[in-house]
């Protein structure tokens, strides 16, 4: 269900803004939580009345949800160039 040390790594490495960028940039956490997203939803998939599960996915995307309106608000072609590259809906 989490996301491997590894994997944290290269998505940090390609999502970063900066090279001193460690993953506290707004865009490498919203890389991470996106993922992070995708493996819970999978395993909700299978697990349907997991509800402690169920509850963390919801606060997951309502904290990527909330990252992703302030790049909005920051930068709006920063923003749509995450989505995309996210593979994320507007």
């Known amino acids: ?4 040390k590894a994997r944290k790594s290269e998505l940090i490495q390609e999502f970063k803004v900066s090279e001193t960028d460690n993953g506290g940039s707004v865009e490498s956490q919203v890389a991470v939580l996106t993922e992070r997203i995708r493996n819970l939803t999978e395993h909700m998939k299978a697990n349907h009345k997991d509800q402690h ?3 963390g996915l919801l606060l997951m995307v309502n904290r990527r949800k909330k990252l992703l309106a302030y790049i909005k608000k920051r930068n709006p072609s920063d923003y749509e160039a995450l989505i995309k590259k996210l593979g994320l809906r507007k």
């Open 1 to 4: 269900m989490s996301v491997s």
């Open 53 to 55: 599960s169920k509850r």
